[in-house]
């Protein structure tokens, strides 16, 4: 399975974007994905995760700004964000695990997308 991220750009401070996560093959038994991001000269973070049974879960600096989703009949992910901040400009990833119980053993997931650019201007 491929993951190919789309959506990034530039978008001044308050401003949105939509990322999306394409998959090549069925999300449906994906369980979590999730959206990271790493900015230039910082390591990789989470930004948000969702299950299978769509629960949530966020990083602190990004709680009510930003939500994800998934879309399993277009196997597709997304991350909507509202009132960018310039702290948020980096590359986003999505990722994707095939078990839940694998990637609660080792915390890792199987599939990682490219990456889709985001920089937000203050």
Same mark, same amino acid.
């Given at each position: 399975?491929?993951?190919?991220?789309?959506?990034?750009?530039?978008? !001044? +401070?308050? @401003?949105?974007? /939509?990322?999306?996560? *394409?998959?090549?093959g069925s999300i449906f038994r994906f369980n979590p994905m999730g959206w990271?991001? !790493? +900015?230039? @000269?910082?390591? /990789?973070?989470?930004? *948000?995760?969702?299950?299978?049974?769509?629960?949530?879960?966020?990083?602190?600096?990004?709680?009510?700004?930003?939500?994800?989703? /998934?879309?399993?009949?277009?196997?597709?992910?997304?991350?909507?964000?509202?009132?960018?901040?310039?702290?948020?400009?980096?590359?986003?990833?999505?990722?994707?695990?095939?078990?839940?119980?694998?990637?609660?053993?080792?915390?890792?997931?199987?599939?990682?997308?490219?990456?889709?650019?985001?920089?937000?201007?203050?």
């Amino acid at each position: 399975v491929q993951l190919v991220e789309s959506g990034g750009g530039l978008v !001044q +401070a308050g @401003g949105s974007l /939509r990322l999306s996560c *394409a998959a090549s093959g069925s999300i449906f038994r994906f369980n979590p994905m999730g959206w990271y991001r !790493q +900015a230039p @000269g910082k390591e /990789r973070e989470l930004v *948000a995760t969702i299950s299978r049974g769509d629960s949530t879960n966020y990083a602190d600096s990004v709680k009510g700004r930003f939500t994800v989703s /998934r879309d399993n009949a277009k196997n597709t992910l997304y991350l909507q964000m509202n009132s960018l901040k310039p702290d948020d400009t980096a590359l986003y990833y999505c990722a994707a695990a095939r078990s839940y119980s694998d990637y609660e053993k080792s915390g890792e997931y199987d599939y990682w997308g490219q990456g889709t650019q985001v920089t937000v201007s203050s």
